[in-house]
Protein backbone atom coordinates (compact mmCIF):
# COMPACT_ATOMS: atom_id res chain seq x y z
CA UNK A 1 0.00 0.00 0.00
CA UNK A 2 2.85 2.54 1.06
CA UNK A 3 4.68 1.49 -1.76
CA UNK A 4 2.31 1.99 -4.09
CA UNK A 5 1.45 5.11 -2.69
CA UNK A 6 5.52 6.34 -3.01
CA UNK A 7 4.92 5.32 -6.43
CA UNK A 8 1.95 7.13 -7.38
CA UNK A 9 3.25 10.18 -5.82
CA UNK A 10 5.93 9.23 -8.51
CA UNK A 11 4.26 9.28 -11.24
CA UNK A 12 2.46 12.74 -9.92
CA UNK A 13 5.99 14.09 -9.68
CA UNK A 14 6.56 13.23 -13.14
CA UNK A 15 3.09 14.50 -14.33
CA UNK A 16 3.33 17.65 -12.07
CA UNK A 17 5.84 19.70 -14.86
CA UNK A 18 3.18 19.07 -17.77
CA UNK A 19 0.39 20.16 -15.61
CA UNK A 20 1.96 23.20 -14.66
CA UNK A 21 2.69 23.82 -18.38
CA UNK A 22 -1.35 22.85 -19.35
CA UNK A 23 -2.32 25.85 -16.77
CA UNK A 24 -0.01 27.99 -18.10
CA UNK A 25 -1.08 27.63 -21.33
CA UNK A 26 -4.75 27.77 -20.28
CA UNK A 27 -4.10 30.86 -17.95
CA UNK A 28 -5.01 33.64 -21.00
CA UNK A 29 -8.55 32.04 -21.30
CA UNK A 30 -8.70 33.42 -18.16
CA UNK A 31 -7.42 37.11 -17.97
CA UNK A 32 -8.78 39.74 -16.97
CA UNK A 33 -11.26 41.59 -20.01
CA UNK A 34 -9.36 45.34 -20.32
CA UNK A 35 -8.39 48.36 -23.23
CA UNK A 36 -5.49 49.98 -23.16
CA UNK A 37 -5.21 53.79 -25.05
CA UNK A 38 -2.01 55.03 -25.62
CA UNK A 39 -2.27 59.37 -26.37
CA UNK A 40 0.51 60.57 -27.98
CA UNK A 41 1.21 63.98 -28.95
CA UNK A 42 2.95 64.00 -32.46
CA UNK A 43 3.20 68.06 -33.07
CA UNK A 44 -0.16 68.51 -34.90
CA UNK A 45 -2.32 65.97 -33.34
CA UNK A 46 -3.04 63.38 -30.90
CA UNK A 47 -2.56 59.35 -32.05
CA UNK A 48 -4.72 57.65 -30.17
CA UNK A 49 -4.13 54.12 -30.35
CA UNK A 50 -6.84 51.06 -28.02
CA UNK A 51 -5.48 47.93 -27.85
CA UNK A 52 -7.95 44.68 -26.60
CA UNK A 53 -7.75 40.97 -26.69
CA UNK A 54 -8.95 39.59 -29.44
CA UNK A 55 -11.54 37.50 -27.59
CA UNK A 56 -13.20 40.97 -26.51
CA UNK A 57 -12.97 41.77 -30.12
CA UNK A 58 -14.58 39.05 -31.24
CA UNK A 59 -17.37 39.47 -29.09
CA UNK A 60 -17.58 43.41 -29.50
CA UNK A 61 -18.01 42.31 -33.10
CA UNK A 62 -21.15 39.64 -32.33
CA UNK A 63 -22.41 42.20 -30.08
CA UNK A 64 -22.21 44.90 -33.14
CA UNK A 65 -24.25 42.64 -35.36
CA UNK A 66 -21.03 41.06 -37.30
CA UNK A 67 -21.54 37.61 -37.79
CA UNK A 68 -17.87 37.43 -40.30
CA UNK A 69 -14.38 36.31 -39.22
CA UNK A 70 -12.92 38.93 -37.01
CA UNK A 71 -10.00 39.46 -39.63
CA UNK A 72 -12.60 41.01 -42.19
CA UNK A 73 -12.38 43.97 -42.99
CA UNK A 74 -16.15 44.49 -42.10
CA UNK A 75 -15.37 43.33 -38.86
CA UNK A 76 -12.59 45.44 -38.27
CA UNK A 77 -14.88 48.18 -39.10
CA UNK A 78 -17.25 47.45 -36.64
CA UNK A 79 -15.11 46.85 -33.83
CA UNK A 80 -13.52 50.82 -34.99
CA UNK A 81 -16.67 51.88 -34.84
CA UNK A 82 -17.95 50.49 -31.43
CA UNK A 83 -15.20 51.91 -29.94
CA UNK A 84 -15.88 55.31 -31.69
CA UNK A 85 -18.98 55.34 -30.80
CA UNK A 86 -17.84 54.58 -26.69
CA UNK A 87 -14.44 56.85 -26.33
CA UNK A 88 -15.26 60.16 -26.48
CA UNK A 89 -13.34 63.69 -25.35
CA UNK A 90 -15.61 65.73 -22.68
CA UNK A 91 -15.83 69.66 -23.84
CA UNK A 92 -13.93 72.29 -25.10
CA UNK A 93 -10.62 72.95 -23.58
CA UNK A 94 -7.99 75.36 -23.29
CA UNK A 95 -5.41 75.68 -25.65
CA UNK A 96 -1.83 75.57 -24.56
CA UNK A 97 -1.67 79.58 -26.51
CA UNK A 98 -4.14 80.17 -24.30
CA UNK A 99 -7.55 80.05 -26.80
CA UNK A 100 -10.30 77.94 -26.67
CA UNK A 101 -10.24 74.62 -28.40
CA UNK A 102 -13.46 74.06 -29.70
CA UNK A 103 -12.77 70.70 -31.86
CA UNK A 104 -13.13 67.64 -29.92
CA UNK A 105 -14.11 65.56 -33.15
CA UNK A 106 -11.91 62.31 -33.20
CA UNK A 107 -11.11 60.68 -36.45
CA UNK A 108 -11.28 57.19 -36.86
CA UNK A 109 -8.57 56.10 -39.21
CA UNK A 110 -8.60 52.52 -39.00
CA UNK A 111 -7.78 48.64 -37.03
CA UNK A 112 -5.94 46.11 -37.65
CA UNK A 113 -4.61 42.38 -35.66
CA UNK A 114 -1.71 41.82 -34.60
CA UNK A 115 -0.53 38.80 -32.91
CA UNK A 116 -3.73 38.21 -29.77
CA UNK A 117 -4.62 42.14 -29.99
CA UNK A 118 -6.65 44.16 -31.84
CA UNK A 119 -5.55 47.72 -32.29
CA UNK A 120 -8.06 50.70 -33.12
CA UNK A 121 -6.37 53.84 -34.29
CA UNK A 122 -8.18 57.24 -34.29
CA UNK A 123 -6.50 61.24 -34.06
CA UNK A 124 -7.55 64.71 -32.79
CA UNK A 125 -6.19 67.24 -34.94
CA UNK A 126 -6.30 69.99 -32.50
CA UNK A 127 -3.32 73.03 -30.99
CA UNK A 128 -1.47 71.60 -28.41
CA UNK A 129 -4.27 71.90 -24.93
CA UNK A 130 -2.90 73.00 -21.16
CA UNK A 131 -4.68 70.38 -20.34
CA UNK A 132 -5.87 67.02 -21.48
CA UNK A 133 -9.83 66.95 -21.37
CA UNK A 134 -12.23 64.59 -19.93
CA UNK A 135 -12.84 61.37 -21.25
CA UNK A 136 -15.93 59.46 -21.80
CA UNK A 137 -14.86 55.75 -22.00
CA UNK A 138 -17.48 52.95 -21.58
CA UNK A 139 -15.23 51.03 -24.23
CA UNK A 140 -16.51 46.93 -23.32
CA UNK A 141 -18.25 47.34 -20.79
CA UNK A 142 -21.81 46.71 -23.05
CA UNK A 143 -19.96 43.07 -23.65
CA UNK A 144 -17.93 42.66 -20.00
CA UNK A 145 -19.62 45.09 -17.53
CA UNK A 146 -15.96 44.19 -15.26
CA UNK A 147 -13.85 45.39 -17.99
CA UNK A 148 -11.28 47.85 -16.97
CA UNK A 149 -9.85 50.74 -19.22
CA UNK A 150 -6.37 52.05 -18.87
CA UNK A 151 -5.68 55.78 -20.31
CA UNK A 152 -1.88 56.65 -20.60
CA UNK A 153 -1.57 59.93 -22.59
CA UNK A 154 1.91 61.41 -23.24
CA UNK A 155 2.34 65.07 -24.43
CA UNK A 156 4.35 68.19 -23.41
CA UNK A 157 3.40 68.92 -19.88
CA UNK A 158 0.00 66.58 -20.50
CA UNK A 159 1.88 62.85 -19.02
CA UNK A 160 -0.76 61.46 -17.26
CA UNK A 161 -2.44 58.13 -16.57
CA UNK A 162 -5.91 57.33 -15.94
CA UNK A 163 -7.78 54.31 -15.00
CA UNK A 164 -11.32 53.55 -15.08
CA UNK A 165 -12.13 50.52 -12.39
CA UNK B 1 -27.27 71.74 -92.87
CA UNK B 2 -30.56 69.32 -93.33
CA UNK B 3 -32.36 68.03 -90.52
CA UNK B 4 -32.08 64.43 -91.31
CA UNK B 5 -28.18 65.11 -91.56
CA UNK B 6 -28.29 66.87 -88.04
CA UNK B 7 -30.22 63.81 -86.58
CA UNK B 8 -27.71 61.60 -88.06
CA UNK B 9 -24.88 63.05 -86.73
CA UNK B 10 -26.06 62.76 -83.43
CA UNK B 11 -26.84 59.04 -84.15
CA UNK B 12 -24.27 56.73 -82.70
CA UNK B 13 -21.78 54.15 -84.70
CA UNK B 14 -22.95 50.64 -83.83
CA UNK B 15 -19.27 50.35 -84.19
CA UNK B 16 -18.72 52.52 -81.31
CA UNK B 17 -20.88 50.34 -79.01
CA UNK B 18 -18.08 47.46 -79.05
CA UNK B 19 -15.18 49.82 -77.03
CA UNK B 20 -18.14 50.89 -74.84
CA UNK B 21 -19.29 47.66 -74.23
CA UNK B 22 -16.05 46.47 -73.22
CA UNK B 23 -15.32 49.04 -70.94
CA UNK B 24 -18.39 48.64 -69.43
CA UNK B 25 -17.75 45.00 -69.42
CA UNK B 26 -14.00 45.36 -67.74
CA UNK B 27 -15.82 47.69 -65.36
CA UNK B 28 -17.95 45.42 -63.97
CA UNK B 29 -14.93 42.80 -63.50
CA UNK B 30 -12.60 45.27 -61.82
CA UNK B 31 -15.34 46.10 -59.42
CA UNK B 32 -16.35 42.80 -58.12
CA UNK B 33 -12.26 42.34 -57.72
CA UNK B 34 -11.35 41.62 -54.42
CA UNK B 35 -10.22 45.34 -52.94
CA UNK B 36 -8.24 44.67 -50.44
CA UNK B 37 -5.89 42.58 -52.24
CA UNK B 38 -4.43 44.78 -54.63
CA UNK B 39 -4.56 47.96 -52.82
CA UNK B 40 -2.33 51.08 -53.55
CA UNK B 41 0.44 51.69 -51.33
CA UNK B 42 -0.01 55.35 -52.45
CA UNK B 43 -3.56 55.38 -51.87
CA UNK B 44 -5.08 55.57 -47.83
CA UNK B 45 -5.73 52.32 -45.83
CA UNK B 46 -8.99 50.55 -47.26
CA UNK B 47 -9.31 50.03 -43.72
CA UNK B 48 -9.94 53.93 -43.24
CA UNK B 49 -12.91 53.64 -46.28
CA UNK B 50 -14.27 50.56 -44.80
CA UNK B 51 -15.12 52.27 -41.36
CA UNK B 52 -16.83 54.92 -43.50
CA UNK B 53 -19.23 52.34 -45.31
CA UNK B 54 -19.53 50.46 -42.50
CA UNK B 55 -20.48 53.80 -40.97
CA UNK B 56 -23.50 54.85 -43.09
CA UNK B 57 -26.53 52.30 -42.32
CA UNK B 58 -28.73 53.48 -45.17
CA UNK B 59 -26.00 53.34 -48.08
CA UNK B 60 -24.86 49.80 -47.37
CA UNK B 61 -28.66 49.21 -48.49
CA UNK B 62 -28.22 50.31 -51.70
CA UNK B 63 -24.49 49.35 -52.22
CA UNK B 64 -21.94 46.87 -51.51
CA UNK B 65 -18.85 47.00 -49.86
CA UNK B 66 -16.83 46.02 -53.23
CA UNK B 67 -18.78 49.00 -55.04
CA UNK B 68 -17.90 51.72 -52.50
CA UNK B 69 -14.20 51.00 -52.50
CA UNK B 70 -14.50 50.55 -56.42
CA UNK B 71 -15.33 54.14 -56.37
CA UNK B 72 -12.90 55.11 -53.96
CA UNK B 73 -10.19 54.01 -56.45
CA UNK B 74 -11.32 55.51 -59.09
CA UNK B 75 -11.69 59.14 -57.02
CA UNK B 76 -8.19 58.88 -56.76
CA UNK B 77 -7.58 57.11 -60.06
CA UNK B 78 -9.82 59.38 -62.42
CA UNK B 79 -12.51 57.70 -64.41
CA UNK B 80 -13.34 58.00 -68.24
CA UNK B 81 -15.96 61.42 -67.18
CA UNK B 82 -13.14 62.93 -64.99
CA UNK B 83 -9.25 61.28 -65.90
CA UNK B 84 -8.17 63.72 -63.37
CA UNK B 85 -8.26 61.92 -60.35
CA UNK B 86 -7.06 63.19 -56.94
CA UNK B 87 -3.69 61.92 -56.94
CA UNK B 88 -3.17 63.58 -60.32
CA UNK B 89 -4.40 66.66 -58.02
CA UNK B 90 -2.49 66.31 -55.51
CA UNK B 91 0.78 65.52 -57.50
CA UNK B 92 0.08 69.00 -59.50
CA UNK B 93 -0.26 70.65 -56.31
CA UNK B 94 2.92 69.55 -54.35
CA UNK B 95 4.96 70.12 -57.62
CA UNK B 96 3.97 74.06 -57.62
CA UNK B 97 4.79 74.19 -53.86
CA UNK B 98 8.17 75.64 -54.00
CA UNK B 99 8.69 75.78 -50.15
CA UNK B 100 10.11 72.47 -49.77
CA UNK B 101 9.40 72.81 -45.56
CA UNK B 102 5.78 73.62 -46.92
CA UNK B 103 5.19 70.10 -48.69
CA UNK B 104 5.20 67.54 -45.55
CA UNK B 105 1.88 69.91 -43.95
CA UNK B 106 0.83 70.13 -47.65
CA UNK B 107 0.68 66.59 -48.39
CA UNK B 108 -1.14 65.79 -45.18
CA UNK B 109 -3.91 68.21 -45.88
CA UNK B 110 -4.67 67.13 -49.13
CA UNK B 111 -4.67 63.86 -48.05
CA UNK B 112 -7.20 64.59 -45.55
CA UNK B 113 -9.31 66.55 -47.49
CA UNK B 114 -9.19 63.78 -49.97
CA UNK B 115 -9.72 61.35 -47.86
CA UNK B 116 -12.97 62.98 -46.61
CA UNK B 117 -14.42 63.89 -50.19
CA UNK B 118 -13.82 60.10 -51.37
CA UNK B 119 -15.50 58.93 -48.21
CA UNK B 120 -19.00 60.64 -48.97
CA UNK B 121 -18.38 61.00 -52.84
CA UNK B 122 -18.10 56.92 -53.39
CA UNK B 123 -21.65 56.07 -52.05
CA UNK B 124 -24.51 55.10 -54.21
CA UNK B 125 -25.41 58.42 -55.99
CA UNK B 126 -28.56 58.94 -54.56
CA UNK B 127 -27.08 58.93 -51.68
CA UNK B 128 -23.71 60.81 -51.17
CA UNK B 129 -24.14 64.57 -50.71
CA UNK B 130 -20.98 64.87 -52.71
CA UNK B 131 -22.10 64.80 -56.37
CA UNK B 132 -19.93 64.59 -59.41
CA UNK B 133 -20.22 68.33 -60.64
CA UNK B 134 -18.67 69.02 -56.74
CA UNK B 135 -15.44 66.99 -58.08
CA UNK B 136 -15.17 68.68 -61.20
CA UNK B 137 -15.66 72.30 -59.45
CA UNK B 138 -13.23 71.85 -56.97
CA UNK B 139 -10.32 70.11 -59.44
CA UNK B 140 -11.20 73.29 -61.75
CA UNK B 141 -10.68 75.41 -58.52
CA UNK B 142 -7.20 73.64 -57.25
CA UNK B 143 -6.21 74.19 -60.71
CA UNK B 144 -6.74 77.69 -61.19
CA UNK B 145 -5.30 77.95 -57.47
CA UNK B 146 -2.29 76.63 -58.74
CA UNK B 147 -1.72 79.17 -61.25
CA UNK B 148 -3.24 81.91 -59.19
CA UNK B 149 -0.87 80.83 -55.84
CA UNK B 150 -3.41 81.22 -53.69
CA UNK B 151 -3.97 77.44 -52.77
CA UNK B 152 -3.71 77.19 -49.16
CA UNK B 153 -7.07 79.45 -48.98
CA UNK B 154 -8.81 77.45 -52.10
CA UNK B 155 -8.59 74.69 -49.89
CA UNK B 156 -9.04 75.71 -46.84
CA UNK B 157 -12.48 77.02 -48.89
CA UNK B 158 -13.03 73.50 -50.35
CA UNK B 159 -13.01 71.74 -46.81
CA UNK B 160 -15.25 74.34 -45.29
CA UNK B 161 -17.98 73.78 -47.92
CA UNK B 162 -17.37 69.89 -47.57
CA UNK B 163 -18.07 70.40 -44.16
CA UNK B 164 -21.27 72.05 -44.94
CA UNK B 165 -22.07 69.98 -47.15
CA UNK B 166 -22.02 67.22 -44.80
CA UNK B 167 -24.03 68.93 -42.48
CA UNK B 168 -26.66 70.11 -44.96
CA UNK B 169 -25.88 73.68 -44.15
CA UNK B 170 -25.40 74.33 -48.64
CA UNK B 171 -26.70 72.25 -51.16
CA UNK B 172 -23.98 70.21 -53.76
CA UNK B 173 -25.85 72.76 -56.67
CA UNK B 174 -24.69 75.87 -54.49
CA UNK B 175 -20.87 75.08 -55.09
CA UNK B 176 -19.77 76.84 -58.24
CA UNK B 177 -16.45 77.59 -59.71
CA UNK B 178 -17.02 81.26 -58.40
CA UNK B 179 -17.09 80.48 -54.95
CA UNK B 180 -13.37 80.38 -55.12
CA UNK B 181 -12.32 82.33 -57.70
CA UNK B 182 -13.97 85.52 -59.90
CA UNK B 183 -14.54 84.44 -63.11
CA UNK B 184 -12.13 85.23 -65.59
CA UNK B 185 -13.74 88.40 -67.84
CA UNK B 186 -11.29 87.62 -70.68
CA UNK B 187 -12.53 83.63 -71.06
CA UNK B 188 -15.38 83.58 -73.45
CA UNK B 189 -16.23 80.00 -71.28
CA UNK B 190 -15.85 81.63 -67.99
CA UNK B 191 -19.35 80.18 -65.98
Given at each position: ?9 G?L ?5 L ?11 H ?6 T ?25 F ?7 E???S ?34 G ?41 R????E??E ?5 | ?11 Y ?42 R ?53 R ?37 G ?44
Amino acid sequence: MVASAVHGFGRLRTLLPLLLVLFAVDSPAHRGHAVWTDITWVGDRFEIVHRMHLADAIAVNRFMGGRDAIEAPRSLARVALYVEERFKLQGANEAADGDEIDESRLDTIGAEIEDDFMFVYQEWVTRLPLRFPALENTVLLDVEPDAQAFVRILGPELDEERERR
Amino acid sequence: MARSDVQSSRRYSPLLAIPMLFMLLSGCASMNRDFSRDWPQELPPSNYFVISYERDALNQEYQALHEYMYWVRKFYEGTALYPRGWSDITTEILDATEDPKAKPEMTERLAILGRDIAAEWSKDGGISLVKNHNLATWGIAASRAVGEGNVEETLDRISDDLGKLLSRELTADAITVDRYHAPDPEDPFAF
